[in-house]
């Protein structure tokens, strides 16, 4: 099960993706997390990206594929792993079929978290207050003016990879707006579809 959450910040990717990890026994992979990883390792892409963010660059398309490329081949992925805010462009979309494709892989469903937009705000909002009544440390990202950044960058950005998936029916749409578990079962039911 090869999978790729889409949907903006905020939409419940995080929580849905936890779920999935739980009960399919697949990872939920964020380049984030694996850059770090590959440069604590120092594997060769791992020296790589850390030259280009030593230099205060961005790392390139080619670095972030070649990481997800090692990762996807670590025994816990072999069953099967979730892309979560990976790809963020058109050009990661089509570099990332390309990798995929020359392991003889494909993704198997692609799931967009369509949300309201002018709801999120509140939502995340809501999840801060929710942190500090419990006691948690508040995410940096649930700031509203980060959230609205971040919000304006995915639409800048990001939103056109849906439509390239879709072009290839591999994309089903979810209803982010409605409760959690009513989220995880409509994920749970596309899921058994394929």
Not at 34 to 53: E, F, N, W, Y
Not at 72 to 94: H, N, S, W
Not at 149 to 176: K, M
């Amino acid at each position: 099960m090869r999978l790729i959450f889409l949907g903006p910040p905020g939409a419940g990717k995080g929580t849905q993706a936890a779920r999935i990890v739980a009960k399919h026994g697949i990872p939920q992979l964020s380049t984030g997390d694996m850059l770090r990883a590959a440069v604590a390792a120092g594997t060769p892409i791992g020296v790589k990206a850390k030259a280009v963010m030593d230099a205060g660059g961005l790392v390139s398309d080619e670095i972030v594929i070649g990481i997800v490329a090692d990762r996807i081949e670590e025994a816990d992925a072999k069953r099967g792993f979730i892309l979560d805010g990976f790809p963020r462009t058109l050009a990661q979309a089509e570099a990332l079929d390309t990798m995929l494709a020359s392991k003889g892989l494909k993704l198997d469903t692609v799931l967009e978290l369509k949300v309201d937009q002018s709801k999120l705000v509140d939502r995340i909002v809501r999840r801060a207050a929710e942190a500090r009544a419990a006691g948690q440390p508040v995410r940096k990202d649930d700031d509203p003016e980060v959230f609205k950044t971040r919000l304006e960058a995915y639409n800048r950005d990001t939103a056109v990879v849906a439509p390239y998936y879709a072009a290839r029916g591999q994309v089903v749409d979810i209803d982010g707006m409605k409760p959690i578990d009513e989220v995880t079962a409509a994920i749970e039911k596309a899921l058994g579809a394929n």
